[in-house]
């Protein structure tokens, strides 16, 4: 896009410099100054304003349905944007490196050519997820906004109009890079006393703006310090299965078994909630998955005898079958190794897991481990590695991102990855990030009743 860029010094004179050109200057300056400029936000470094903006993008704003207020909002995020793409260098001059002199600004500039930016803000609620930066770099422009920095440069940009919006790593469209923007102004918590989920079979809210698809996304793994929040975080994913599987007809329900390696709260609970041989505590786990591995052959064994008589169901997932989608919450997983003291128990536990999230994706069961740290023996050395491998539908790690630890990080997000700012804090805040999603993004588990017997009541309240 075609603009003036003000250079701080002229190179060249001002030619034919009279009275007259000041006596036509003059007038110019201050009719637009009284007639346009007065009226938006200018920048001191191109003459670009939030007018101009406004005209040049206002097919799209209407195409996007944006209130008034919405436009003006995106003008100043816009305008701030071009500014810091112009500080950074990022445009090409055109116009062979030639200087002008304007009587409207009484300033010299030269032509530049900058990069395209739309933006969508929403005030109105439902529409904040489509909320995005809309940029279109060039190839070179491309290569040079690889590093990070410009993502702090883009987030200053957005911070200097409104605190709340961050945006995180782009994604690329049709030569453009699309920046989803998100809004801290939202609560996007979820509140378990006050909750309606309205989404598809398999689909539940993390937080308003994360959805776990379980039968996509197999497996979980849930990372964290002590108190962080894992136990909580998994009874709550209890309740949001417990509540849609409630709303479903039977055939899609969900079955919930529960394993609880501390023996705490959790086996607790959900031995008063569910059939008591889904709930197991301490060693009892070591048998319970057993059982559903034994469970996950027996489903086997019948949908490859039901698919050689009917090759049509060669592709059939377990539903197809009659089978429920069973899903099976291991808390604490190191105790439960470490509390097999037996070494051929212990071997025999770990063997059961490593075929029960192999197999988890064909036969529907799907596991939920949760452990303080995700090192190899929690897991128990190279096996727990392949175990590992497999858990990867949601990757959760509790805490803010200076209590979680370097190893921690590349255990469960795979790489080295930097975790984005949050602005949560306290428990039952972390990182998550689901199979779908390019990286970790800040979360907050959706919020549990503080008083142990209100949390009871909402949890038996689905059975
Ligand atoms: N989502 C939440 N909503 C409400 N309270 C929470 C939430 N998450 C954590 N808490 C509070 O923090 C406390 C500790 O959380 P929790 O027991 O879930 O941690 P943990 O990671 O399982 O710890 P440990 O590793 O010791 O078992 C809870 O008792 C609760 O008071
Ligand atoms: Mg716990």
Known sequence: MLTKHFLAKAYMNRQNESLLTDVIGVPFQLGYAVFWDFWHVNSPVSSLDTGKI???NF?????HRMTA??????NKITLSIYESLIKSNFFMISGKNKQYYSYIYDRYFEYIDLPRVFVQVHSERKLKDQQEIRIQFDANQ????????????LNQSLAKVDDDLTVLAPTNRCGWFVYKIKDDSLNYRIDLTNFEDDLDDYLIYLDHSHIWNLKRQYGGILSGRSGSGKTSLILSLIYLLMQKSNKNQSSKSIEIWVCDGKNDELGAVMSQILPASHVGVGVETAELVHKLVKKSDERYKYMSKKRKKNPELAFADFTK??????????DEQSAITASLTDSKARKQYQNDLLRLVQTSRASGIIPVISMQQANANSMGGNLGTAIREQLGGLRVIMGSANMITTQDKQMIFNESVELPISKFRGVGSGYLQTSDMQA?????????????????KLLSSNK
């Open 54 to 56: 406004g005209a040049q």
């Open 59 to 63: 097919y799209y704003y209407k195409k």
């Open 69 to 74: 207020k919405d436009r003006e909002k995106a």
């Open 142 to 153: 491309a290569k040079s906004i690889e590093n990070d920095q410009y993502l702090t440069i």
């Open 321 to 330: 079958f009659g089978f429920k989608m069973i899903v099976v919450f291991i």
């Open 440 to 456: 970790p993004e800040a979360f907050e588990a959706p919020l549990l009743p503080t008083k142990s017997e209100d949390l009871y």
